[in-house]
């Protein structure tokens, strides 16, 4: 897949909705975090890295409340990781 193709576009594809319906069955209908059954389930992105080409280990099924907590989490990590890469490009300057 090209890596071009956006976010959105993807989203609304055709291969993302017959993925995510793959993943909803084998999750079998049940948030992977809490449990939650009879609900409306989305598929969260572990990572983006493998936009189009994700397997099993890159995305979860979650419950739109654990969505959130996903995507929060996911934003921390990208920042700390940003702040951490940041600081040691400083200390780098400074000869440590
Ligand atoms: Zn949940």
Do not use: P
């Amino acid at each position: 897949m090209a890596r071009s193709l956006s976010y959105d576009a993807y989203i609304n594809s055709l291969d993302w909705k017959r993925k995510r319906v793959r993943w909803l069955a084998s999750a079998g209908y049940m948030c992977q975090r809490c449990g939650a059954q009879n609900i409306t389930l989305q598929v969260h992105h572990l990572h983006y890295h493998t936009l189009g080409e994700e397997t099993d280990k890159d995305v979860q099924v979650l419950c739109i409340k654990c969505h959130e907590i996903a995507d929060a989490l996911r934003l921390m990590e990208r920042r700390r990781q940003r702040w951490a890469m940041s600081e040691f490009k400083r200390k780098q300057r400074r000869g440590w």
